[in-house]
């Protein structure tokens, strides 16, 4: 079936440690990925996006992904943690690509606890 | 300066009244959607509204009937109310002319509808 996968449903890392969230898709054609974050009674704001090139993405908030079509998979990843990642991570998809809707599918989430 | 904004953002009602969500966005975008996020936080997409023409109608209860009197707005309104409408309602917008699937979607702060 098609579906976006974010595996961890929580993850708790310490401040200063590396983040990785993971997020594996299940489409024929490579989707359009994104990832989104949610702060605490927040909306969602997007960290950063792929569409096709540099599988290496920057983001913001020092945040980064990498695709890797093999995969299919598309990693969300923090050098350094700060207290204020502490948040639930969305990745989500546009299929089929190019399709009128714009229709984004979301994996259904990561939530990330820091620790002091 | 709020991009997408949403009225109210708190909705506490009984089983069977109607009631509506109101979103705005100043962005200028084209293209509207209405998001439902469960108590497990899952998101999915309820409709989009290109140019005030849905386009996106995903399976959803004939109680739920979205407007949107132009591109600046598109209004939720549900009828009937059940509890397991509780959830938390997102608007987004975005720039979509092409129908690309390319551009970001802004989303507002959600509105946390309850329903006893």
């Known amino acids: 079936a098609q579906s976006v996968t974010q595996p961890d449903i929580h993850i708790t890392v310490s401040e200063g440690a590396s983040l990785e969230l993971r997020c594996n898709y299940s489409?024929?054609?490579?989707?359009?990925l994104f990832w989104y974050v949610q702060s605490p009674g927040q909306g969602l704001q997007l960290l950063l996006k792929?569409?096709?090139?540099?599988?290496l993405v920057q983001g913001i908030k020092g945040f980064e992904a990498e695709f890797k079509r093999s995969q299919s998979s598309f990693n969300l990843r923090k050098p350094s943690v700060h207290w204020s990642d502490a948040a639930e991570y969305f990745c989500?998809?546009?299929?089929?690509?190019?399709?009128?809707?714009?229709?984004?599918?979301f994996g259904g989430g990561t939530r990330v606890l820091v620790k002091p | 300066d709020t991009a997408v904004s949403q009225t109210p953002k708190y909705l506490v009602t009984q089983m069977g009244n109607d009631k509506s969500i109101k979103c705005e966005q100043n962005?200028?975008?084209?293209?509207m959607y209405w998001y439902k996020q469960d108590s497990k936080k899952f998101l999915k997409i309820m409709f989009s509204?290109?140019?005030?023409?849905?386009?996106i109608n995903e399976t959803v209860p004939n109680r739920f009937s979205p407007k949107s009197p132009d591109k600046a707005h598109l209004n939720l309104h549900i009828n009937s109310l059940e509890l397991g409408d509780s959830a938390v309602y997102f608007c987004?917008?975005?720039?979509?002319?092409?129908?690309?699937?390319?551009?970001?979607?802004?989303f507002g702060p959600g509105t946390r509808l309850l329903v006893l």
């Open positions: 987004a917008s975005s720039q979509d002319v092409t129908g690309e699937g390319r551009r970001t979607q802004y």
């Open positions: 489409y024929g054609a490579t989707p359009y």
């Open positions: 792929y569409f096709s090139g540099d599988t």
């Open positions: 989500a998809v546009v299929v089929p690509p190019g399709a009128a809707g714009n229709k984004l599918t």
């Open positions: 962005l200028g975008h084209d293209t």
């Open positions: 509204y290109n140019n005030k023409e849905l386009i």
